[in-house]
């Protein structure tokens, strides 16, 4: 067995970040590509380079900056994770489930996770907005495999309500406020890095799927685990591969994120305002 996790292990990289803070974190935001200028927001920042936390990832995406930021963000103390770990980076399964332990472990009651996705379901458009109702991950590990960390949660684990409700609801009223729309779909986990076939989005489609994506249902998983309440938010940068005639263009997606940054912002600020 490769990986043996105890509680300690992650103690660790807590103990570390309590030690570097005044206030403990309640809301943990993970961030991915081009949404992660919401962190600039965060008033007087403390900022812990991953590469100092004992025990941690490193981040290996040049997209991802590598930072924990933690401080105030409209009223509430946030941690917010800007770079996410991804299984395409070269990480095992079972490694992915560090920073939400962690976060657990500093006192997070709440996770909020926020990826780019390709959009399968064609009648949702470049730039919307979609609540993860659900996910599918047919393949890979459970990143929960390995010895259960009893102190952190049970060895078999319900997952029926992972994106929970309460706050899906409240994303969707956030979003009336402002005046946005917001889909609400199920998130398809693709491994990576290569972005899917045709034929692949085809069958996610026939098997109920919304959106695609690389990331976010390791953390969801581990969030179910340990007892986190749990919003995702699914950002389309692209329609996905074959509902167009044109290839995916990983320009596309950094665009879109870019374009759309400022509602997303704006959006998440509401959610965190009103969490
Ligand atoms: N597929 C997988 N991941 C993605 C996509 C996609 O089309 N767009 C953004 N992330």
Do not use: W
Not at 179 to 201: C, R, S, W
């Amino acid at each position: 067995m490769k990986y043996n996790f105890t509680l300690d292990y992650f103690q660790k990289s807590a103990d570390y970040i309590l030690s570097k803070i005044d206030e403990k974190p309640e809301i943990a935001l993970i961030l991915g590509s081009a949404l992660g200028g919401l962190s600039e927001e965060i008033e007087n920042p403390v900022v812990i380079d991953y590469k100092d936390i004992p025990n941690f990832l490193v981040s290996t995406v040049k997209s991802h900056a590598g930072k924990l930021i933690i401080g105030k963000l409209h009223g509430k103390t946030v941690v917010c994770m800007s770079g996410r770990f991804h299984y395409y980076e070269g990480y095992d399964f079972e490694q992915l489930v560090i920073p939400i332990r962690v976060f657990k472990l500093i006192g997070c009651k709440a996770t909020i996770l926020t990826n780019a996705a390709g959009a399968i379901n064609t009648d949702f458009n470049v730039g919307d907005i979609m609540i993860i109702k659900d996910h599918i991950k047919l393949m890979g590990a459970s990143p929960l495999r390995g010895p259960n960390v009893e102190e952190l949660g049970p060895r078999f684990f319900d997952v029926t309500d992972m994106y929970t409700k309460e706050l899906r609801e409240l994303a969707k009223n956030c979003a009336a406020k402002l005046d946005m729309k917001l889909q609400e779909g199920v998130y398809y986990y693709h491994m990576g890095p290569n972005f899917e076939t045709p034929a692949e989005i085809r069958a996610m489609r026939t098997l109920g799927a919304d959106a695609v994506g690389m990331s976010t249902v390791t953390e969801a998983l581990t969030a179910a685990h340990c007892g986190m309440k749990l919003l995702g938010l699914s950002l389309m940068t692209n329609m996905a591969a074959g509902v167009l005639d044109q290839p995916v263009d990983g320009d596309e997606v950094s665009e879109t994120g870019e374009r759309v940054a400022k509602d997303f912002r704006a959006l998440l600020a509401e959610i965190v305002k009103a969490l």
